[in-house]
């Protein structure tokens, strides 16, 4: 099955910074990758994902890029806010509807 | 619009007892889904359903059983707690076709003591 790694597990970062959080995945077969921002005690948002015939997407401040040779993936937030500051998941499917199959998630920080 | 709803909210069990949880979507979605969120775990797939009347075993089935009630409905039923189940469960909703996003519901805080 798909096994989808996310790095790292902790980032603190300065409000007004740059963040990137990476992900890599084992199913070549996969072709959707989104991204999902869980605030305290809510269940996951999409905020971003990418189907792989786009390499990038970019949405106000953040952005997705892909690298289907490599099989990794990653979100840049620029500008960073503390309302930034969140749990962030990847994860990977190789079809509609079906089953995510999620990375481990990262604590993001924004500090004012 | 409520979107992706699930109750209860908090829940404790004792070891051996039973429980549904339950879920509903108001946005005529076909597929639906069941993950529980362990600390350091991420989300994992228990089981979910394709379409109505179709289930099936995601990563973590083991001591889960699921119904597909109809459209809008997809319940998780621990038929005998234990203590390792103890977790925080998500259900979600896609469209399948349209749209490959899924919908969260706000969880259920489960502790089996």
């Known amino acids: 099955g798909e096994n989808v790694e996310q790095h790292p597990s902790t980032l603190s970062v300065q409000e007004g910074d740059s963040a990137v959080i990476k992900c890599t995945y084992s199913?070549?077969?996969?072709?959707?990758f989104p991204w999902y921002k869980q605030e305290l005690g809510k269940g996951p948002q999409l905020i971003i994902d990418i189907r792989s015939n786009v390499g990038e997407k970019k949405d106000q401040r953040i952005a997705v890029t892909l690298n289907k040779t490599a099989k990794h993936f990653s979100l840049h937030i620029t500008e960073t806010q503390p309302e930034d500051s969140a749990v962030y998941f990847c994860a990977a499917s190789y079809y509609s509807g079906y089953a995510l199959n999620f990375g481990k998630g990262t604590s993001l920080l924004v500090t004012p | 619009n409520a979107g992706v709803t699930q109750t209860p909210k908090f829940q404790v069990l004792k070891t051996g007892q039973s429980m549904t949880l339950q879920c509903a979507q108001d946005?005529?979605?076909?597929?639906m889904y069941w993950y529980r969120q362990d600390p350091g775990m991420g989300l994992r797939l228990i089981y979910y359903s394709a379409s109505e009347g179709t289930t099936d075993k995601g990563e973590v089935p083991n001591g889960y059983n699921v119904s597909r009630l109809n459209k809008r409905e997809f319940s998780l039923r621990l038929e005998s707690a234990a203590p390792s189940q103890t977790s925080v469960y998500f259900c979600a909703s896609s469209e399948a076709t349209a749209s490959y996003e899924q919908y969260f519901g706000p969880g259920t805080r489960l502790t089996v003591t």
């Open positions: 199913d070549s077969a996969s072709n959707y």
């Open positions: 946005m005529n979605h076909n597929s």
